[in-house]
């Protein structure tokens, strides 16, 4: 498999597990910390996704859509109502994440021809 097909494909599953997970939990002896932080920067969603380290030892990272803007906003329009904080915040999260995912599934696309 060439370069760029193992960056679609990495992107694709990306995408794919932030859709139904929310996020995307890989090993770097699996899938290389430098290649995803390629993929998800050529893909232009670096500062959409924060990257946690799960475990040092075993090179386990995790990336998370940032939601700040999502806590700001739903804390603003909610007030002190948790209910309707919470469903404020699934709704964003889940904007958040559909946005990041379709430009991942662009930028395998892109790649896939190259």
């Known amino acids: 498999m060439t370069n760029t097909e ?4 990495l992107a694709r599953r990306i995408a794919n597990a932030l859709r139904h997970y929310g996020g995307f939990v890989y090993e770097d002896d699996l899938d290389k910390h430098s290649t995803v932080i ?12 924060s990257v946690a380290l799960l475990d040092p030892r075993k090179r386990i990272y ?19 109502s948790p209910e309707c ?20 599934e662009r930028y395998a696309q892109r790649v896939a021809k190259h």
Do not use: F
């Open 85 to 104: 904080t919470s469903k404020c915040m699934d709704k964003c999260r889940n904007e958040i994440v559909v946005k990041i995912a379709e430009a991942l």
């Open 62 to 80: 995790a990336l998370i859509p940032i939601d700040r803007r999502c806590k700001v906003s739903c804390n603003s329009s909610c007030g002190d």
């Open 6 to 9: 193992e960056k679609a494909l």
């Open 38 to 49: 390629e993929v998800i920067r050529e893909a232009g969603v670096n500062l959409a996704l």
